[in-house]
């Protein structure tokens, strides 16, 4: 073989070494990251399911759960200062419409609470429990 | 060990350097015929043969070297796991591995015997052996410095590797040069000679280009390392730097002395036997270059390093100039400099009178500095640029307070020491660090140095920049000044109850703040006209945030039903702010607008105003200042 030829056979390797590598290993690596996510969000989601089922929900409901200060307090409406709620929103202040008139009769405005949610979407998510921290 | 490595890396980058330019330069000069030219290629091959083994060789000591680091035991190097452990689990050890991968395929090319007597055959081997050295050399910088920037990782990865190959093609094709005019100077014909010539002339021409890429990639490389005059006079790194420097200008002197005098006087066997020597001087000098810069690469950069000033001066240029004399001073020294840069520009145009216009310029330039920079010279300490242990907190500043007040204050408030006056803010922190610790014993300020803890300082420093700021502050009323930011928010902990606390700087870049410091009952109108109008203004880009001046575990609740207020009400840590704010604005209620930048911009005192109006102008202001450093300077 020509030196000439032996150099243009070297660099079509490292190019399609290089091509095979992204293609085999790469791409790959790609799709289990986004997999893996996918997996991470569908557990999560199911767990939340398995909650809402546990304590009565309808089918395709999840149930979240949070930590708040509560600000104030309506007879449909429980305004709360939460951390994050994982998967549903981030920390800050929200009113959630209650499940039940009676919801907030058992805290105060200042009171610390954890407190769930139960729904299919931040749209229809409802206070279920309330309770002091 | 810390030798070892140097001496290990030093001569693995040397080779590296070499290989790249070794096979540049035997492209640049072309295949020929001539016997002398036959004779160098093939030594030249050889040297790169020699070359690739001395940076295998070097690659793998550095490696064993650095996983014995690494470990923290020397027998580990010996260690199967532990060295395969360092390649293949590192990022610097994948770079290596890659490096050598490609190094190893280039010997093995290398090593065939082949017959290159066909142009495209020639072309062929030569343009792979330089690409493959070009690629192991380039890849360097991805596990260098540079690497560890970011933003701009790339970038800067893309100038490291810039001036790895520059240094490439500069000192690896001197080296060849230097073999092949030497070679030609002793036993060659004219046609060897011709050969020898135009290859030196191309190279010089090279070598220009390479050299400016060079010094630019060079400058930008220190820009985004070392990004300041203390980091540069003042850490190991930007010590190396500057030793770097001065190594280079000999070799530029030497560089310009062979393009303009040497090379036109070529053929001739005088300035042939001088561009040798003159050649070899300059090739010994980079190789100091390059083991400087190895050592570069094994301190930390000076951006991490903590600048220790050498000198008991430094330029300050917010020195005022007050005083007729100083600005006499001002004046003349800035026409001198005017003067001396007339007579620099006059120098590169005339020819025969160069030398003396150019002597007259520097020492024009020379007096004007002797007579202008005096005011500008102020008493510096080895921690003048010392980064604060603590950042400008609401929290270190209230500590500071009380240190300031139990320990201080006595001397220093309201006396002709005062700590707000103008001389003492413009001190560095670092500055004032050194005289705090240290005191000035003969003018009767205590060293503080064994009373208190290193932070307990920086606590004071803080405190005494915010003092010096509150005094400013009076001049903040009521309406905002349109590009008037100077004030910076010290920030704090937003924390309501037993969640999970916020800071102020958490709204940097988002929204505006209104702090509300209350008072109940005084502020009770307030707080409700404030909670009904909160949908506004959080529309309007305002978030607020209450402070209660008393302490208490209940104070949501203590603001009522009625109507509900639904901002944020700090119930832990009010302390310190109100310890910080209270110095800007003090009284049972008060009220500042920080705005998106972390400015206060806006300041109410017991007064109320329309605080809607005063939103609406910041929000149409047009020039947004940089966010304010989280330290004190």
Redesign the interface.
């Given at each position: 073989m020509?030196?000439?030829q032996?150099?243009?056979v070297?660099?079509l390797t490292f190019a399609v070494g290089l091509g095979l590598g992204y293609a085999g290993w790469g791409r790959r690596a790609d799709a289990l990251d986004r997999e893996f996510e996918a997996a991470r969000a569908q557990v999560e989601r199911l767990e939340r399911e398995r909650q809402a089922c546990a304590a009565g929900g309808r089918a395709g409901e999840q149930q979240w759960d949070g930590?708040?200060?509560v600000?104030?307090?309506y007879p449909h409406l429980v305004?709360v200062?939460?951390?994050?709620i994982r998967g549903l929103l981030p920390?800050r202040?929200t009113g959630f419409p209650a499940a039940s008139p009676q919801l907030g009769d058992s805290v105060?405005?200042?009171?610390?609470v954890r407190f769930s949610l139960r729904g299919t979407l931040i749209d229809d998510a409802a206070l279920v429990t309330i309770e002091r921290? | 060990m810390r030798i070892l490595l140097l001496t290990a890396l030093s001569a693995h980058l040397a080779s590296s350097v070499l290989v790249v330019g070794t096979f540049f330069m035997l492209l640049l000069a072309g295949p020929s015929r001539a016997p002398t030219a036959r004779r160098w290629e093939g030594a030249m091959v050889v040297w790169g043969r020699l070359l690739l083994l001395v940076a295998l060789g070097s690659g793998i000591v550095w490696l064993l070297v650095r996983t014995a680091l690494f470990e923290g035991r020397a027998q580990a190097a010996l260690e199967p796991r532990a060295v395969l452990h360092a390649v293949l689990d590192t990022w610097p050890g994948l770079i290596w591995l890659a490096r050598h991968g490609i190094l190893v395929?280039l010997a093995a090319?290398l090593a065939?015997r082949?017959?290159?007597t066909?142009r495209?055959?020639?072309?062929?081997?030569r343009?792979?052996a330089l690409?493959l050295g070009a690629l192991a050399l380039a890849l360097m910088s991805a596990s260098s410095h540079a690497a560890a920037i970011s933003p701009g990782t790339a970038l800067t990865v893309a100038i490291d590797a810039c001036h790895l190959l520059g240094t490439g093609v500069w000192l690896g094709g001197l080296v060849a040069l230097g073999a092949l005019l030497r070679a030609a100077s002793r036993d060659a014909d004219a046609d060897d000679r011709a050969h020898a010539v135009i290859t030196a002339r191309r190279f010089s021409r090279v070598a220009l280009v390479a050299m400016l890429a060079l010094m630019g990639s060079g400058v930008l490389n220190a820009l985004a390392q070392v990004e300041n005059i203390a980091a540069l006079v003042g850490t190991p790194h930007g010590r190396l730097l500057l030793a770097k420097v001065a190594v280079l200008v000999p070799i530029l002197g030497l560089a310009a002395v062979n393009r303009r005098r040497l090379l036109p006087a070529l053929p001739g066997p005088e300035a042939m036997r001088r561009l040798v020597a003159f050649v070899g001087v300059e090739a010994m000098l980079a190789l100091v270059l390059l083991v400087l810069a190895a050592a570069m690469t094994l301190t930390t950069p000076a951006r991490h390093a903590e600048p220790v000033w050498p000198l008991p001066v430094r330029l300050s240029l917010d020195t005022p100039l007050d005083g007729s004399a100083t600005r006499w001073r001002a004046l003349l020294a800035s026409q001198l400099a005017v003067l001396g840069a007339v007579a620099l520009i006059a120098s590169f145009f005339s020819l025969r009178r160069r030398a003396p216009l150019l002597a007259g310029a520097l020492a024009l330039a020379a007096v004007a500095a002797a007579v202008g920079l005096p005011p500008f010279v102020v008493d510096a300490y080895p921690t003048t640029y010392r980064r604060p242990l603590r950042t400008y907190h609401a929290t270190s500043i209230a500590s500071g307070s009380a240190i300031y007040w139990g320990q201080c204050a006595a001397c220093h408030h309201g006396t002709p020491a005062d700590l707000r006056s103008a001389s003492t803010s413009r001190r560095h922190a670092g500055e004032l660090f050194w005289l705090v610790s240290h005191g000035r014993p003969e003018r009767g300020m205590p060293a503080f140095e064994n009373r208190l803890e290193e932070a307990q300082r920086w606590d004071v420093i803080n405190f005494i920049r915010a003092l010096g700021t509150a005094a400013g502050s009076k001049s903040l009323g009521a309406q905002v000044q349109l590009d008037g930011a100077w004030l910076i928010a010290p920030d704090f902990t937003i924390s309501?109850?037993?969640?999970?606390p916020?800071a102020l700087r958490d709204y940097r870049g988002r929204r505006m703040v209104l702090l509300v410091l209350y008072t109940l009952p005084g502020s009770r109108a307030r707080i409700s006209e404030l909670a009904r109008k909160y949908n506004l203004l959080s529309t309007l880009g305002v978030e607020i945030i209450a402070v209660p001046m008393q302490t208490s575990a209940?104070?949501?609740?203590?603001l009522?039903?009625s109507p509900?207020?639904?901002?944020?009400v700090v119930t832990d840590g009010n302390a310190a702010i109100i310890a910080t704010y209270g110095m800007f604005a003090s009284g049972p209620h008060a009220e500042l607008l920080i705005d998106r930048q972390g400015y206060v911009r806006a300041i109410w005192r017991d007064d109320t105003g329309e605080i809607q109006v005063q939103v609406e102008r910041l929000n149409e202001e047009k020039s947004v200042p940089p966010f304010p450093d989280d330290h004190v300077h």
């Open positions: 020509r030196v000439w032996v150099a243009v070297l660099n930590r708040g200060v600000r104030a307090i305004v200062t939460h951390e994050e920390a202040t105060r405005v200042g009171d610390p921290w | 395929i090319f065939i082949s017959d290159l066909e495209r055959d020639w072309i062929a081997a343009v792979e690409a309501v109850g037993p969640l999970a916020g209940d104070a949501i609740r203590e009522g039903a509900p207020v639904l901002f944020p």
